[in-house]
């Protein structure tokens, strides 16, 4: 139905060609050109500086909790991890449909929840996706021999980098190299122990002064204390005499009253008895003249009266005795009222007494106790003195005060100016600036860090504790360009700018700049740019190589010029037509994408091919013109269409495959899919619209050569169908052989890229100085110069501390490593695998490990290179032993060179084993003596930043013991402790032993296990493949320790995991081309012969690379998945022209033999200029052929042998497959 509005409206036609081809024009100028398509990789980096901690330290504190943090997100494939000195980094993989931006937010969440554990010292976490484009477009070097180092950098500096950051599409601009002057205010202990000893003596003058007069004091309280202790002896002595004195006279008193009392009482007593005589004599007495009165006798009573007489002498003796008793007790009572009188005065004397000696000794204690006060206050001022004077010593101990954070920060606060903002008055604002920055050197190094005010002493100046001075960084710098001095800048791109075009516009702007500044020189000694033009110039030469060929080829068979120049129109059309496809679909122009084109050239005449020989063929037999052009057409329509369909599916399974294999071969997939889809319409429209107007007119020209092959073709198929079974047994041997021989072919991931860009790089001794390095680099560099084929070397020292640099260095120190970059002549008489011999020969006596790259544009970075080995294990000891024999396995298998234990970058340690009783003792713990040390041993950084006469310098603060300490002076190194609240110095060595070792410079993780992976590189002629598989052969018989595991990783893990992908993409080909050509056929065995021709076409692809000596690599792979569809079109053509024949009425082996001899030359036609078309690709010509070769190769393999055994075993299995049927006929 299209073909015959196609012939019929042939304007139509035309204007669509027209359209298609304005389409392609603007399409093809605004498609941007890169080496390989976009890649999002599924892959992050979590990057985390540490400060002062070892890998260990790191491991812990930082990697393990980001690990487990990472490890939850949605998606993760696989987590890697190396913790080195400083640095962390945690590497992600994710699946490969992983939308990356999503996951950067997770993890940003996941890392803001862990990060608040860390201590101070860990920085803040850095999140980066890796993406192709971070590769530099650009790495130009540049050498002047007018200019210094400082000049040619400050030129680079401050117009050549900057002039190339604002070129459109440029992302960064980097250098290597720059000479960078800096202003170090380097802090010396010499000055500050000067400093001190000043402070120190006016402190003592101070403090001598004040302790005189307390002095004084005391001497004046010592006086007074003597004084008032002989009052006190004085007044005691007085005091004790005037007691005793009062006390014997109380005694006397308290005895003579004892006495009176006694003798008042004897007297009482005496009284009392002589009144009781008395009173008994009175009786008497009375009894007795009573007596006398009665008694007559005149004796008696003369004796009664005598009687009577006596008692009354002796009453008259008592009452005397009584009366002189009462005087006397008069006399005693008076004298004892007299003795109480005196006892109660002494007693109230004694008591004045009490009062006076209390109030004296009161007196005399108050005394007392203003002297302890006068004393007390004296002892406190001492004290206050004492403490005063260790305080202000302290605090005027400026070795504490000005630490080198501490002078940064007073730099950074006195060298401030900053808007304060605004006043007004009336209609005028006054903008107010508070402060004024430095613009000199001395105006720095006078600047006034603090003023102690302390008499004698000035404000201290920075001078006064830092040596000042300008200097650059040229010692610790190294950039070498062809031996000169120079500078490498690299230039990386921004997403989704053209590789090609910013690399252009760079080039350019660097010739502008080289006009502008004279004095310098430069060499664009890694140009992706230039290399990608030269490519993609290359694939497109052997498009148009592969056209004409084509073309040339139909001449040949068809021997008439009109119907050639139908085809050869439309393969520039189909190209067109998928080029604009290609722009609509975001399709670049890459190596990947323009092979895809290459390949498909010789493809793209098929469709056409058929229908014009169809056409022509009904034209000879007189059909007229426009009724050949349609029913030519149609009659094919149906077969094309299917065997288009069937080639364009083997790519269709690529949406099923992940990883490289996915990102590097969908543009590829697509790229001819458009071409075959553009072919086809171009086929069914435009060659039936154009076959009418130029086949007016069919002159009979005989082709012998044709009607020869065609007879020796039918003689030949004669026999072999009577021989069916033979024929098919010897094609599956062949098969099977190819097989056996395809084993041993040896495999790898990419094939290697010949370019006029290599790399090396030169590894020294583990512990080398940047000086030894450099050395080295020079004399390796003069080497290189030496060989013809090489025009520009560049050699560099880089720190590795951050970006790319950091990663691929893991963190650590580069001093002992350098790098080369080598640009070669463009018409340069040998191979890079030739000049990389002799890099190798020239330098093999050198001190040094040299590893060279053949191409900077080599693809082997998508999977690494050479072997690779993973031991798994908890105990870092432990691996480095297993290490070690793993090695020795490597380096004694045939093969291998420069292998690694994965040890050998360690660095030296030492360990300072601090005795915790004797810093306690001093004063001290194991986090001041960290403390301690850790400021003696840092380095000087940026505390702010001057600019004098326009240019701007940074300031750095440091500490001089960083740059004059050695192993011994460290435990030597003085400690401050504090004991008992006085300072206390003491050194290193007194608190702690040293022990030296040699630790890992980095601990690798995979999935959360410790590993050391050793790796080795493969020797020329020798295949990784191969290799790995002896090398794996040999591990397997190793017992590793329980818990220990060992595993292939690298290029080969790559090969194999690629290998998988293509075989599922290739088993799902099969299986969609089945179905395809079910829903043609209407049968199920119809195809099954048709796969049959697969196999075949394998054969041929393993004999292409057996006998080229090719290995196996992912693009031979997609070579065998490309064949499997293009070899299926001559089954299809057959297979279908037999069914057409037998349905027509020709007999079961006629119509065999009939189909086979009409296919012959259409079949061989489709077969050559696909092949011709390759040729070019597989011999290689052009720059960076070599990545596609295998695949041509692979595909003119498969077709020459497939399209022969398809004419020869097809029809074979064809009649055994309908043997029946021919029964039934």
């Not at 070129?167 to 000067?194: P, Y």
Request: aromatic residues 4%; proline residues 2%; contains cysteine.
């Amino acid at each position: 139905m299209i073909s015959k509005f196609s012939v019929k409206k042939p304007y139509t036609v035309i204007v669509a060609v027209i359209l298609v081809i304005i389409l392609g024009i603007v399409s093809f100028t605004k498609m941007t050109t890169d080496l390989l398509p976009s890649m999002e990789l599924p892959y992050a980096v979590v990057m985390t500086t540490y400060q002062g901690a070892s890998p260990e330290a790191v491991e812990t504190t930082v990697t393990k909790p980001v690990e487990q943090s990472m490890a939850t997100i949605s998606n993760i494939k696989e987590v890697n991890s190396i913790s080195s000195e400083n640095m962390s980094m945690v590497i992600l993989e994710f699946e490969g449909d992983t939308d990356m931006n999503a996951v950067s937010l997770d993890m940003r969440e996941k890392l803001d929840m862990i990060k608040g554990y860390w201590p101070d010292e860990v920085g803040n976490p850095t999140i980066m996706k890796l993406n192709p484009d971070m590769m530099p477009v650009m790495v130009t070097a540049m050498d002047s021999d007018k200019l210094s180092s400082a000049e040619l950098s400050e030129l680079i500096n401050d117009k050549i980098a900057p002039s190339l950051e604002a070129v459109d599409g440029v992302a960064s601009v980097s250098s290597t190299g720059l000479v960078t002057e800096q202003i170090n205010a380097i802090i010396s202990e010499k000055k500050i122990n000067k400093l001190n000893k000043k402070i120190q003596k006016a402190l003592n003058g101070q403090f001598d002064e004040a302790q005189n007069k307390i002095d004084q004091a005391k001497a004046q309280m010592e006086t007074g204390k003597n004084t008032l202790d002989a009052q006190r002896t004085k007044a005691n002595t007085q005091l004790a005499k005037a007691q005793t004195a009062l006390s014997d006279g109380q005694l006397s008193l308290a005895q003579k009253e004892v006495q009176v009392t006694s003798s008042i009482t004897n007297l009482k007593v005496q009284k009392q008895s002589l009144q009781a005589s008395l009173k008994t004599l009175k009786t008497q007495i009375a009894k007795l003249e009573e007596q006398e009165k009665q008694v007559p006798d005149a004796a008696t009573k003369m004796q009664l009266a005598a009687q009577i007489e006596e008692l009354k002498k002796q009453e008259t003796t008592a009452e005397t005795s009584i009366k002189a008793l009462d005087k006397n007790l008069k006399t005693l009572n008076s004298a004892l009222k007299q003795i109480k009188k005196g006892k109660k005065t002494i007693n109230s004397q004694l008591t004045q007494f009490n009062v006076q000696s209390a109030t004296a000794t009161q007196k005399m204690n108050d005394g007392e106790i203003k002297l302890a006060q006068g004393e007390a206050q004296l002892n406190s001022s001492q004290s206050q003195l004492d403490s005063s004077k260790e305080q202000a010593k302290e605090a005027a101990n400026i070795k504490n005060k000005l630490t080198v954070e501490n002078v940064k920060a007073l730099l950074t606060a006195q060298n401030f100016e900053m808007p304060a903002g605004y006043i007004s008055e009336g209609n005028t604002q006054y903008l107010v600036r508070v402060g004024d920055k430095v613009t000199n050197k001395k105006d720095l190094a006078n600047m006034e860090l603090l003023d102690l005010g302390i008499k004698g002493i000035p404000p201290i100046k920075l001078c006064d504790v830092a040596d000042v001075a300008i200097v650059d960084n040229s010692a610790d710098t190294y950039c070498r360009v062809n031996g000169n001095n120079g500078v490498v800048l690299t230039v990386q791109k921004q997403n989704n700018y053209s590789t090609a075009d910013v690399a252009g516009k760079v080039a350019a702007k660097m010739k502008t700049l080289t006009k502008e500044n004279k004095g310098f020189h430069y060499v664009n000694i890694m140009d992706q740019g230039v290399y990608i033009d030269m490519v993609t110039g290359s694939v497109i030469q052997n498009l148009l190589m592969g056209a004409i060929l084509a073309v040339f080829i139909l001449l040949l068979f068809l021997k008439d010029i009109r119907p050639t120049i139908v085809i050869a129109c439309s393969i520039p059309l189909s190209v067109i037509f998928a080029v604009v496809l290609m722009y609509f679909t975001g399709i670049t122009l890459n190596v990947i994408s323009l092979s895809g084109l290459a390949l498909g050239v010789g493809m793209l005449v098929d469709n056409s091919i058929v229908v014009i020989e169809n056409i022509y063929r009904l034209r000879k037999e007189g059909v007229p013109v426009k009724e050949a052009a349609i029913t030519g057409a149609k009659g094919v329509a149906g077969a094309i269409t299917s065997s288009t369909l069937t080639t364009i599916s083997v790519f269709l399974p690529i949406v099923f495959t992940t990883g490289i294999t996915k990102q590097l071969f969908t543009d590829m997939g697509l790229t001819i899919g458009y071409s075959l889809v553009a072919s086809l319409i171009v086929a069914v429209t435009f060659v039936p619209m154009m076959s009418a107007g130029v086949l007016n007119k069919v002159t009979e020209k005989d082709s012998k050569f044709i009607d020869k092959l065609q007879q020796l073709y039918r003689k030949v198929m004669t026999k072999l169908l009577n021989r069916k079974i033979i024929v098919v047994i010897v094609t599956l041997a062949l098969f099977v052989g190819s097989i056996i021989g395809a084993m041993n072919i040896g495999s790898s991931l990419m094939p290697s890229m010949d370019s006029t860009q290599m790399t090396m790089t030169i590894k020294m001794p583990q512990g080398s100085s940047m000086e030894e390095t450099a050395s080295m680099t020079d004399t390796v560099m003069k080497k290189v110069q030496e060989i013809k084929d090489v025009d520009s070397v560049a050699g560099m020292i880089s720190s590795g501390s951050s970006g790319m640099s950091a990663m691929t260095s893991g963190g650590s120190s580069n001093e002992d490593q350098s790098s080369m970059y080598i640009l070669l002549k463009e018409k340069k008489k040998h191979t890079n695998k030739e000049i990389k011999k002799e890099i190798l020969k020239k330098t093999k006596k050198f001190d040094c490990e040299i590893e060279v790259q053949e191409s900077s544009m080599d693809m082997s970075a998508l999977g690494g290179s050479g072997i690779s080995i993973q031991i798994k294990g908890s105990d870092l000891n432990k691996l480095r032993s297993i290490g070690k024999d793993i090695a020795k396995i490597a380096e004694d298998t045939k093969g291998t060179q420069n292998v690694s234990n994965g040890s050998e970058e360690t660095t030296p340690d030492i360990h300072v084993v601090v005795d915790k009783k004797k810093a306690v003792k001093n004063g001290l713990t194991v986090a001041t003596i960290y403390q301690q040390l850790s400021e003696k041993l840092k380095d000087a950084s940026e505390a702010t930043t001057i600019t004098i006469n326009e240019k701007e310098y940074s300031v750095n603060v440091g500490n001089s013991a960083k740059n004059t300490l050695t192993r011994n002076d460290l435990k030597k190194v003085k400690l401050t402790g504090t004991v008992s609240g006085k300072e206390k110095e003491v050194t290193l060595d007194k608190v702690a032993k040293f022990r030296n070792s040699d630790s890992l410079s980095s601990i690798n993780r995979n999935q959360q296990e410790r590993t050391l992976t050793v790796t080795s590189e493969i020797k020329d002629g020798y295949n990784v493949g191969k290799v790995s598989s002896a090398v794996q052969k040999q591990i397997k018989k190793y017992n590793a320790p329980k818990g220990y595991s060992i595993t292939m990783k690298g290029e080969m893990e790559s090969i194999q995991e690629t290998t998988g992908q293509i075989g599922l993409m290739l088993l799902l080909a099969v299986a969609f081309m089945y179905l395809i050509m079910v829903a043609q056929f209407q049968s199920l065995k119809s195809p099954f012969i048709i796969l049959f021709t697969i196999p075949m076409a394998f054969t041929g692809g393993f004999l292409g690379l057996l006998l080229t000596g090719k290995d196996l690599s992912a693009i031979a792979m997609i070579g065998f998945v490309m064949l499997a569809g293009i070899i299926v079109n001559n089954g299809i053509v057959l297979v279908d022209t037999i069914n057409q024949l037998r349905e027509s009425g020709y007999e079961f082996e006629e119509a065999i033999l009939t189909a086979g001899t009409m296919r012959v030359r259409p079949i061989l036609m489709t077969a050559l200029t696909t092949i011709l078309g390759l040729s070019t690709m597989a011999i290689g010509l052009g720059q960076g052929a070599e990545m596609m070769q295998p695949m041509a190769i692979v595909t003119i393999g498969g077709l020459i042998y497939g399209t022969l055994l398809t004419l020869l075993v097809v029809p074979c299995i064809y009649g055994l497959f309908n043997r029946r049927k021919k029964k039934a006929e």
